[in-house]
């Protein structure tokens, strides 16, 4: 199993960026597929799943309205798009996946919001 960011960067607050998390080594459309991130100093934190399907979602309350998860099992691939991006929203964000009762984790993604 391999999950792998991408689309991390400095962003100016009130900006949007888009993560991708590639997936990889399972069934990828079997699996419910989420976003977590850790902030300096802070505990890493879940910030948003998605079901199998992509039929059902779920945000942390700090992000709602702001960040959608979404999934393309065609492509492997699951995406955390972030608007109106806060400087509070700045952390290392990572993509876990659950598969066979094990967790993986991404190496994780920089977002930096900052002006």
């Known amino acids: 199993v391999q999950l792998v960011e991408s689309g991390g960067g400095l962003v100016q607050p009130g900006g949007s960026r888009r993560l991708s998390c590639a997936a990889s080594?399972?069934?990828?459309?079997?699996?419910?597929m989420s976003w977590y991130r850790q902030a300096p100093g802070k505990e890493r934190e879940p910030v948003a799943s998605?079901?199998?399907?992509?039929?059902?979602?779920n945000y942390v309350d700090s992000v709602k309205g702001r960040f959608t998860i979404s999934r393309d099992n065609a492509k492997n691939t699951v995406y955390l798009q972030m608007n109106s991006l806060k400087p509070e929203d700045t952390a290392v964000y990572y993509c876990?996946?659950?598969?066979?009762?094990?967790?993986?984790w991404g190496k994780g993604t920089l977002v930096t919001v900052s002006s």
């Open positions: 080594g399972f069934t990828f459309s079997n699996y419910a």
């Open positions: 876990r996946g659950v598969v066979r009762g094990i967790i993986y």
């Open positions: 998605i079901t199998s399907a992509g039929t059902s979602t």
